[in-house]
């Protein structure tokens, strides 16, 4: 026999371990002169092992396992027990590890684009800022200090207002579905949002200068809200059809009311969760940098004629397409909303603007568009991983198959998520006022009932606007500069309006960064205007703003809640793979220093227990 054919030392142990152990558990079953031989092999195997003799390792191992066969053959009920005791010792294992160590994570959607797209695998360390308590939403151990604004983090959706958040933990254990999204404050901070950016100060007032200078804020926009109503609360009694209270719900907390007074009169109120200094917001759009951002939709000019009247679009310029901006939610002019069971509410009141789009501007956007992941299946698109009925008929004109846009470059998806950018020359580039319109307006979505169909309409595209240093944006992009003509002659007419207007019009404008004349974040103003994180609670936001369900829709997170961070994508294995974007974690904090410890010490007590037993002499 080769020495290749030998049993290695580690299968000769294997056998001798296995041996030995059933041999203890069923020698009753046999002969003396049975036992003596058993005995004989094991002891011959042991000394063979031990001296690092292989030949007779190997020999003794095979004569072992031969007279194990004939003897000590498992019946159904030991291998029976032996898987149980396998699986339960595997998934305890497997629990421990998976909940305070590492765990392998399937990004199920869209919310966390461009970082993590849907089906990226990501290891998730359980480690960097705690020590987790298996199975629970609390912590052995919980530093504060560890959590970085801008890390990617792991939380559960226990106690969190999000649905279909049950799940079954390795099919046995009921449990909370976990979920993936970028912290950006930590308990104390006030943050404001202006120009897709966040302005922030922390518990002791120090300027939060990450949010707006790391790079991986500076490639993110935020959007302070989903929706502008956002969550709508009626009061359960109508009159006459009519609801006479509406609270108005964000990050999960009621921060306003319309409702009628004893003098049936209606009235609007800014609650007290909408700011530590309530005396500050006088309106709706107050809230935390709401007016500085617009909701946007592209109309056609037959649109545009049907919605509105001649005074509204007057003296607009000739375009192709016009950008629809609804701005400044406010209660002073309530007006009434049937919701979908035929029952009337209070709803916001709104400002609407228009800009006429050239040619110049609808290139801009259909090169800086971006879109959810989406599928076109005999000329219909739908999103991504979703069941629903409306889906359209696009004037796309391109073949069958998975699509994704970003930052104005298309990809098809291929298998297990790879992607590949498409030719210049795909069908998908081909330029189109109506491909702009359908894209920018049903490109998060892709559900008809987003299209534009009346004016003021409850399903509004996921589309936002803003200004930044005088230009405005549109999908992150600078769409029309500070100079354009077109630009400046819609701020006039803005102007103007507010000007002649007989209700009080404000202008959709840059009202400027919350920044001194120094350039130095004005304290004060981001005090009295912006949204406080309670003590022991995060706010999360995705990276993918109108895709995200996050703090903005389920509210803050408690600490108890956070359970680790992103560490790794290692699928797919293209330019994403590696460390996502974000600050890095120590690897000297304690939680990482007390798991390593006790997983080596456990490996070494293991190994030597191992080694030391070998050498020991066996007891039969």
């Known amino acids: 026999m080769f020495k290749s054919d030998l049993y290695s030392f580690r299968k000769c142990r294997k056998i001798l371990q296995q041996v030995y152990h059933l041999y203890k558990r069923k020698k009753n079953r046999l002969l003396d002169i049975q036992k003596r031989r058993f005995e004989n092999i094991l002891i011959s195997l042991q000394a063979a092992i031990v001296k690092k003799n292989q030949e007779a390792a190997d020999r003794s191992a ?82 504060p200090q560890l959590i970085n604004r801008g890390g990617i983090v792991i939380f559960t959706g226990a106690n969190l207002d999000i649905r279909d958040v049950d799940m079954m933990y390795f099919y046995l254990f009921p449990g909370k579905k976990q979920l993936i999204k970028r912290l950006i404050g930590k308990p104390k901070d006030t943050l404001y949002f202006y120009g897709g950016q966040i302005y922030g100060i922390d518990a002791q007032g120090k300027d939060i200068k990450e949010l707006r200078q790391n790079l991986w804020f500076e490639q993110i926009e935020h959007i302070p809200f989903i929706r502008f109503e956002g969550k709508v609360i009626t009061s ?44 500050s917001i006088k309106n709706y759009y107050d809230l935390w940098g709401f007016k500085n951002f617009a909701m946007a939709r592209i109309l056609s000019k037959d649109e545009l004629h049907s919605f509105y009247s001649k005074e509204d679009f007057d ?22 909303v049937q919701e979908e069971y035929g029952a009337m509410r209070f709803g916001l009141s ?87 319109q359908t894209l920018y307006n049903l490109g998060i979505e892709f559900n008809t009932l987003f299209a534009p169909h009346k004016k003021n309409q409850f399903y509004i ?88 369900g996050d703090s903005r829709e389920f509210g803050f997170v408690p600490e108890s809640n956070l359970r680790g961070g992103a560490t790794f994508i290692f699928w797919p294995p293209q330019d994403r793979f590696g460390r996502p974007l974000q600050p890095p974690y120590s690897n000297l904090s304690l939680p990482k220093v007390v798991t390593w410890t006790l997983a080596l010490t456990i490996g070494i007590i293991y190994f030597y227990r191992l080694r030391n037993k070998l050498k020991k002499p066996l007891k039969f």
Request: proline share 7%.
């Open 62 to 143: 095979r004569n072992l396992e031969m007279l194990c066969n004939q003897h000590l053959k498992k019946n159904f009920k030991d291998q029976f027990f032996d898987v149980v005791f396998a699986l339960v010792f595997a998934l305890v294992i497997a629990v421990i590890v998976r909940q305070t160590w590492f765990e392998p994570f399937n990004i199920p959607t869209g919310s966390m684009r461009p970082t993590f797209k849907e089906n990226d695998f990501v290891v998730v360390s359980k480690n960097d800022f705690c020590l987790n308590i298996p199975l629970t939403t609390s912590h052995f151990y919980f530093d």
């Open 315 to 336: 003296k607009l310029e000739d375009a192709p397409l016009y950008l629809e901006l609804t701005h400044h939610p406010s209660f002073a002019n309530p007006k009434m």
């Open 350 to 436: 709104y400002s609407t603007s228009f800009i006429p789009l050239k040619d110049e501007h609808l290139k801009k956007i259909f090169e800086s568009l971006y879109t959810a992941r989406f599928i076109v299946k005999d000329k219909l698109a739908y999103r991504y991983g979703s069941s629903s009925k409306y889906s359209y008929q696009p004037t796309l004109n391109i073949p069958d198959g998975t699509y994704e846009f970003f930052d104005g470059v298309a990809y098809e998806v291929k298998f297990g998520g790879l992607t590949k950018k498409l030719p210049s020359n795909h069908p998908i580039y081909q330029f189109s006022y109506a491909k702009v």
């Open 236 to 279: 359960s009694q109508s009159t006459d059809g009519l609801h006479p209270t509406t609270i108005f719900y964000q990050t999960n907390e009621p921060v306003a009311k319309i409702g009628m007074n004893q003098l049936g009169q209606i009235e609007g109120e800014i609650l007290s969760q909408a700011s530590s200094d309530k005396s």
């Open 461 to 548: 595209p996921s589309r936002y606007s803003y200004f930044k240093n005088n230009n405005l944006y549109l999908m992150n992009h600078p769409i029309f500069q500070k100079d354009d003509p077109i630009l400046l002659n819609f701020l006039h007419r803005e102007y103007q309006k507010q000007s002649v207007s007989i209700t009080p019009y404000l202008p959709f404008e840059d009202l400027g960064p919350p920044l001194d004349k120094d350039g130095n974040i004005d304290k004060d103003f981001i005090r009295k205007h912006g949204i406080t994180i309670p003590d022991k609670m995060y706010l999360v936001l995705g990276d993918n703003h109108a895709m995200s």
